[in-house]
Each structure stands twice: as structure tokens, then as C-alpha cells.
């Protein structure tokens, strides 16, 4: 199966997770992967903005490109958008496979095409000051590993 | 009625707002009612544009009908 979701409200990736896999049963493999807002520094929180003609289509079709590639049984995509604290989850990914090295490489490819290749912004708050984060050139060689 | 453009990210802080109602016509004639700095952040060879939700291969002549969107979308960053 695949799942894609934008969600606006704090979430618990376990609750997805387990419906996820529950849906799957039989599978050989499942990974899973949660970034939350790092707790370290002055950060007081972020806000994930995107542009809803665009992202949950392109989350979409992130979502079949990865099953396709993989040969996945299915896959579980989850991105927060609106003002986030340190602590809560921000991006949720798990790979349902037969065999595990399906499902860690579907996972890591998801994660870098979210991070540098969808339509998300991203701004984080420090002394009550926003400032917009601009994409690191590691991310953009994360990103090319996968052409 | 007007066409709309739509400033994602950093932009909106250059706009000075998140969107903008603007006369339909030529894209090229409605540049020149903006700010010089606002006109230039978003021809940015790095911002992509995307008219009614449909994203543009590179940037070109445009008229904004009524009621049309036309979205600047900068380097993303997501995650």
C-alpha cells in the first residue's frame, strides 16, 4: 500500500506505523525512519511551510518512484507542515519489503529526495527571530547519490 | 476579478506577504509595478515558477489571465 500524508497537527509515527505494517502482513522487512526538531541550541521552533497544488502530488509521486525502484510492497510517507517544537516528529518514512536491503535503501532515498527535492520551506525561530534555512550542499550530494 | 501571485519561502519576506493580487496582462508589464528587489529575487534563475499549479520548464513570456495563479517556489528545504 501507499500512504502519503500532509499533516498540519502534531502525530505519533507509531500509530501510522503499526496500521502501516499491519497492512502488510507476511512482509520480510520494514524500516522506519522519524526526524523530529533537534531540542539542542536556541531553537525554538520551526515552521515547515509548502504549496498544496504541488507537494502532496510530488510526495505522491515520490512515493511510486520509490516502490518502483525498490520493488517495495508498499510505503508509509508522513510530512508535518505549520510551527513545530523541539521534540515533535516532523517526517516519518517506513518500507515494507520482502528482503531488509529494499527497505533501509527505499528509506534513505525517500528521506533525501523529502529533504531537497520536495516542495517544502523550511524557518526556524532563535530569540524570537525567524530566519529561513537554505538547503546544505551536503544535502544536494545526499540527493545525488540516487541519479 | 485579477490573476494572483503566490511568494513561497524567504520570499514572502521580500514581498512583504505570502501573496498578491496584480491586474492581469503581461508578466513583464506587472514586473515593472514591483519593487526592483522583489522583481529580481523572483526571476532568480534558482526560483521556480509554476502557473496554476503546473510547474514551468523555464521562465518566458506569461499573460496572467483572470483568476490565474503564478507561484515563485525557491530552493526547497525540507525534512
Redesign the interface.
Known amino acids: 500500500m501507499i500512504d502519503v500524508r500532509l499533516l498540519d497537527a502534531p502525530f505519533l509515527p507509531g500509530q501510522y506505523v503499526s496500521s502501516f505494517t499491519k497492512a502488510h502482513p507476511g512482509l520480510g522487512a520494514v524500516c522506519t525512519f522519524v526526524?523530529e526538531v533537534r531540542g539542542e541550541g536556541e531553537v525554538q521552533a520551526l515552521e515547515?511551510?509548502h504549496?498544496a497544488?504541488?507537494t502532496l502530488p510530488g510526495m505522491q509521486e515520490l512515493a511510486t518512484s520509490a516502490v518502483a525502484r525498490f520493488g517495495l510492497l508498499g510505503i508509509l510517507l508522513i510530512?508535518r507542515t505549520g510551527v513545530m517544537h523541539p521534540g515533535e516528529p516532523?517526517?516519518c518514512v517506513s518500507a515494507a519489503a520482502t528482503h531488509r536491503r529494499a527497505a533501509f535503501d527505499a528509506t534513505d532515498f525517500a528521506?533525501d529526495h523529502?529533504?531537497?527535492?520536495?516542495?517544502?520551506?523550511?524557518?526556524e525561530q532563535r530569540a524570537g527571530a525567524w530566519r529561513?534555512?537554505?538547503?546544505r550542499g551536503e544535502?544536494y550530494a545526499d540527493l545525488s547519490r540516487w541519479d | 476579478m485579477a490573476a494572483r501571485l503566490?511568494f513561497?519561502?524567504?520570499l514572502q519576506?521580500v514581498a512583504g506577504g505570502a501573496e498578491r493580487e496584480v491586474g492581469p496582462g503581461a508578466l513583464a508589464d506587472i514586473l515593472t509595478t514591483l519593487s526592483p528587489e522583489l522583481a529580481l529575487a523572483i526571476t532568480d534563475e534558482r526560483v521556480r515558477w509554476?502557473l496554476?499549479?503546473e510547474?514551468i520548464g523555464e521562465h518566458g513570456a506569461i499573460d496572467l489571465a483572470d483568476g490565474d495563479e503564478l507561484?515563485f517556489?525557491?530552493?526547497?528545504?525540507?525534512?
Not at chain 2, 517556489?73 to 525534512?79: A, D, I, K, M
Open positions: 526526524g515547515l511551510s504549496y497544488p504541488l510530512h516532523i517526517v528521506m523529502l529533504k531537497s527535492n520536495s516542495w517544502f520551506w523550511k524557518r529561513w534555512i537554505e538547503p544535502d | 503566490v513561497l519561502g524567504r519576506d509554476a496554476n499549479g510547474l507561484a517556489l525557491p530552493p526547497v528545504s525540507g525534512g
